[in-house]
């Protein structure tokens, strides 16, 4: 069965830090571009960053440059993205993707939530 499963999310306090786990099964991560996503209700689903699956050029989104940082660890067949210095403004279900040509997977997604 194909299918990317998140995991990290939780309830931190700001200036705390996250680390966002995605995994893969049924398919290999080495030759696709993964991204991840946020979204908060009534809101439309915002890119946070990817990483290129040829060259492991990585892109942030201007509001979390300097403090996110996405990563592959392809031994084991899954993506991370470590969140630093947490805003309230970062809250939102994180969800990750996977990009190959036609082929796009989209995981089901982690809360992030953050607040005193």
């Known amino acids: 069965q194909v299918q990317l499963v998140e995991s990290g999310g939780g309830l931190v306090q700001p200036g705390g830090s996250l680390r966002l786990s995605c995994e893969a099964s049924?398919?290999?991560?080495?030759?696709?571009?993964i991204g991840w996503f946020r979204q908060v209700p009534g809101k439309e689903r915002e890119g946070v960053s990817c990483i290129s699956n040829s060259d492991g050029n990585t892109y942030y989104a201007d509001s979390v440059k300097g403090r996110f940082t996405i990563s592959r660890e392809l031994a084991k067949n899954r993506a991370h993205l470590q969140m630093n210095n947490l805003q309230p403004a970062d809250t939102a279900v994180y969800y990750c993707?996977?990009?190959?040509?036609?082929?796009?997977?989209w995981g089901r997604g982690t809360q992030v939530t953050v607040s005193s």
């Open positions: 993707k996977a990009v190959w040509g036609r082929r796009d997977y």
């Open positions: 049924g398919f290999t991560l080495d030759y696709y571009t």
